[in-house]
Each structure stands twice: as structure tokens, then as C-alpha cells.
Nanobody
């Protein structure tokens, strides 16, 4: 059974930075794209960053230029480096395996990690 364990969330002021990590167990991510998803309060979860099997990153427009996604296949882990945080970045952050076209391939999600950005 696949499990995702996200960590690194915190409360920060606008303009600050955070680094998130997500370790996947029960499934090797080497041959799959992996991504980060965000669920703002009262809104639906959305994909914000995907990294391909060739380590090529792509981003939602809302985070492009501020966030960096990276993967470590050896550790079965995906990272999200966030800078210049804004209040709109507030939400619960999750990771999953999948791409922009087909979305997350696993129906189960981790507990997520909460990011709160105050003005």
C-alpha cells in the first residue's frame, strides 16, 4: 500500500521561505512523474508543481518563479522549495505520483503539511 509523508510546513510571514519534503513508501517513484498539490482553505486541491522522470520541472502560473520542485529517486522523495511566500500560498500541501494530464494516480493521500502565510 502506498503512503505519502509530507513535512516542513509552518507559519511564516509574507516574503518568507519554506522547504517541504514528501517521502513515498510502497511505490518506487523512479519511473513516474511526481508532484505537489495544494488545498487552500475552503477550496479544492490543485496541482502546483510536477517534476518529470527526467527531472524536468513545470509549475502552475501562481507559483512559477517562486517555487522549485526537485526529486531524489534514491530517497523516494520529492521536495518543494518555496520563496517569496504570499498569503495566497496558505493551505495544506500534499504530494502524489502523476502528471498534469492524467492527474494523481493514487486515490490515497498523505496527511499533508500545513503552510500558513501571514501578511
Amino acid at each position: 500500500q502506498v503512503h505519502m509523508m509530507e513535512s516542513g510546513g509552518a507559519s511564516v510571514q509574507a516574503g518568507g521561505s519554506l522547504n517541504l519534503s514528501c517521502t513515498v513508501s510502497g511505490h518506487e517513484i523512479t519511473l513516474d512523474p511526481v508532484g505537489w498539490y495544494r488545498q487552500p482553505p475552503g477550496k479544492a486541491r490543485e496541482a502546483i508543481a510536477i517534476v518529470s522522470i527526467f527531472h524536468r520541472p513545470s509549475y502552475a502560473k501562481s507559483v512559477e518563479g517562486r517555487f522549485t520542485i526537485a526529486r531524489d529517486n534514491g530517497a523516494n522523495t520529492v521536495y518543494l522549495y518555496m520563496t517569496n511566500l504570499k498569503s495566497d500560498d496558505t493551505g495544506v500541501y500534499y504530494c502524489n505520483v502523476g502528471d498534469w494530464t492524467f492527474g494523481p494516480i493514487f486515490n490515497t493521500w498523505g496527511q499533508g503539511t500545513t503552510v500558513t502565510v501571514s501578511a
